[in-house]
């Protein structure tokens, strides 16, 4: 079997993801555009042997002979972004399984009134699937015309195992003294909420003086607006060997977006044993947060924010515990190893 991948953005999970096919005998290669420079992924040379950065084809035809010279038997596009993509699709719809990715919710503007048109004129005759991570992208991918049986979710998933075995090499520290400290991974850009998420944090260290701290990974044009405090942490872009020492010390994850689509960010940190906080904004939550492990907020209403960061002093460390054992049983139901099946069987 010989699947091509004709990519976005490339990020860790990706990887683990692909690492699954690979044990099921497949043949593997992606096409993908250029690393972000807000989220540099360092790639081990393994995974380099099987990725074509877009910037380094010069040419759709060469494109097309690379695609030609590797016959895939099923191809998978990422959304309609490109030109390129969408003709290569064109082509080998009637010779491969052609499947198109979505990940934006129905919210019924323009464009997406216009695409429902459009979709259902062409995206459904070069592409027999479409796949999206779950029931808030369902709902477009039916108004772009495909029928129940041809849309798979499940599209997003993180690499389980190993947040699970983060989680395993701390668990006996954290049930001794659960860290009272929040994570918050994102991207420093608007759209991440960082602003509302700090005057939160500050107002409720203002109005409850607590032990508390927030910790805050990433990087983005808005770095250097953040907001200085003794409780607040800047870690900058984390890579992945750097990670376990940050899980041994902090305790619960937030994100409070104004505009995710899904976010794996929050299967990984719910793999990883922590207790979510997250605004209905977050799609992925609506796999990987109940009630049970952790809160729901509005992003833009700093009083629900603060409500919800006061209820979270009030839990006692074994509350905190059962809550993250809570979401790791979420988060192991979609892994890497059921991803490659389902698109094995597609």
Known sequence: MRILF???ELAEYTMACLQALKKQSVEIKVVHFPINPEAPFAFDEEAKTMLHDLSSIPTYSALEELV??????????????NKWYLRICRKWSKKATCIITLDNHWNGGFKQQLMSILGKVWL????????VPGSPQKAYAIRLGFPEQSIMTGFYTCDVDRFVQLAEAVKSRKEKAFPKVLLCVARYIPAKGYQELWSAFLQWQEEQPNEWELWCA????????????PKIKHLGFVQKQDWPSIIEKTGVFILLSHFE???VVVQEFAAASYPLILSKQVGAGEAF?????????ESNQP????KVLKELGKKSNQDLLKMAANSQTLA??????????RLLEA
Do not use: M
């Not at 030609?68 to 972004?81: D, L, M």
């Not at 459904?124 to 796949?131: D, Q, T, Y």
């Not at 990087?219 to 250097?224: I, L, P, S």
């Not at 009083?303 to 603060?306: G, L």
């Open 6 to 8: 004709l990519y976005s």
């Open 68 to 81: 030609a010279k590797f016959q895939p038997h099923k191809i998978v596009c990422s959304g309609w972004i």
């Open 124 to 131: 459904s005759k070069w592409f027999s699937k479409i796949w």
């Open 218 to 229: 990433g990087a983005g044009k808005e770095f250097d607006q953040r907001v200085h405090h």
């Open 261 to 263: 689509p899904w976010g």
């Open 289 to 297: 947060l109940r009630p049970e492990n952790g809160w729901l907020v």
């Open 303 to 306: 009083a629900a924010i603060v």
């Open 332 to 341: 192991s139901r979609l892994t890497p190893d059921t991803w490659a099946t």
